[in-house]
């Protein structure tokens, strides 16, 4: 008998238009397009500008796309999951603002905060609905306004990220959709990436936005040690478990954080370049929307069958891998 699998049935991604490129960093902070490009491969970033603009914003404008480009009814959703470190308010969540504003109405929605690995912890969420029968059209929506948190002084950071919205509709098909996830963390890392001040163990004050503690703060060094390896690893312990050798997977879909630690990630798979989603030159580190974008973005190229290996590691620590089969 052929087995109901939770699969991604439909794509959609919004990225806001201004381009904040190396060239105009140069003018911000104490940097040059050649440190950028050789030690990141980013060139530019998107940015939300606009009053009043938020996470939700994105998010919405690119459900809205999901829906029709999937000639699917706002009725016809009954759950939402937005993976975000950038919501718009701490409460409530945006999944369910995103769904107001997209006219979605009484069903599940919840936010999923694992920084950039959220999509694969909300992916993988939804698809244990999906298959378990609870649900059966979920959208799963990967959303970060990064340069709400970003110090544009800090070069450091601020070269790195960039805002964008990505959104999957997850359904039932038969023998294609998500065979395997991993899904891991390791708390211990959070002194090497995370925002200092507005939760409850520091809550804002003036004290604390005079100092910028708001803002992201990462020891990009030890956070990359981690990335590197654990990255790597896990996309080869889902390979390995599932019997899958490198010249089986079609795609390597990766966050983008950092060229070098996609590459290293690829050869340990045994994949060539040319197998790997990569689009970090344009957007950098668009945090939980990377991989949703970077699947917008090769949707063409994608064949019914595709056997695609989702990787991620970010602020958490938290990492994980997805083996799919592309379903359409
Ligand atoms: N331009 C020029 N020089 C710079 C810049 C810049 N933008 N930023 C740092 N430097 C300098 C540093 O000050 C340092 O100078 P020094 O040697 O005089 O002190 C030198 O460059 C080297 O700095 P490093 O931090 O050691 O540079 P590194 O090669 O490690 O690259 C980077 C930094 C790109 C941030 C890298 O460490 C990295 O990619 N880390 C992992 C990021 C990641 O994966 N994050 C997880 C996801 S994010 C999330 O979850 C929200």
């Known amino acids: 008998m052929s087995k109901l699998r939770a699969a991604i049935t439909g794509v959609e991604a919004f990225l806001p238009d201004y381009v904040l490129t ?15 490009v050789s030690r990141t491969g980013i060139k530019e970033r998107r940015i939300l500008k606009g009053k009043g603009k938020g996470t939700s914003d994105m998010g919405a404008a690119a459900v809205l796309q999901l829906l029709s480009k999937t000639n699917t009814e706002a009725s016809e959703i009954d759950l939402l999951i937005c993976a975000t470190v950038t919501g718009d308010h701490q409460f409530p969540a945006t ?3 995103i769904c ?17 690995s959220g999509f694969l912890y909300a992916l993988s969420t939804a698809a244990t609905f999906v298959e378990a029968g609870v649900y059966k059209k979920a959208i799963v929506v990967g959303a970060d306004k990064m340069s709400s948190i970003i110090d544009y002084s800090d070069r450091s950071t601020c070269v790195l990220f960039g805002d964008g919205a990505g959104a999957v509709l997850v359904e039932a098909r038969e023998n294609f959709g998500i065979r395997d996830s991993i899904l891991k963390s390791d708390g ?17 004050s003036k004290k604390t936005v005079d100092e910028g503690l708001h803002y992201v703060y990462q020891d990009g060094k030890n956070v990359f040690k981690f990335a590197v390896t654990k990255m790597a690893d896990v996309a080869a312990e889902i390979m390995e478990r599932n019997g899958l050798k490198g010249e089986d997977v079609a795609w390597l879909v990766p966050h983008q954080a950092n060229q070098r ?27 939980a929307a990377t991989i949703p974008i970077c699947l917008w973005e090769w949707e063409k190229q994608l064949n019914k069958g595709d056997k695609l290996i989702l990787a991620s590691f970010g602020g958490g620590f938290t990492w ?7 379903a359409y």
């Not at 211990?188 to 804002?204: E, N, T, Y």
């Open 261 to 287: 630690i996609i590459d290293a990630t690829a050869r340990r798979m045994k994949l060539p370049p040319s197998q790997v989603m990569m689009n970090i030159e344009k957007y950098g580190n668009t945090t």
């Open 22 to 36: 190396n060239a105009e960093l140069e003018l911000l902070v104490d940097t040059n397009d050649e440190w950028i």
């Open 320 to 326: 994980g891998a997805i083996y799919l089969e592309w």
């Open 95 to 97: 999944a369910n603002i």
């Open 188 to 204: 211990h890392g959070r002194q090497f990436l995370h925002q200092k001040a507005g939760g409850s163990v520091m809550p804002a």
């Open 100 to 116: 107001d504003k997209v006219g979605i109405r009484d069903v599940a929605s919840f936010d999923i905060g694992a920084a950039c």
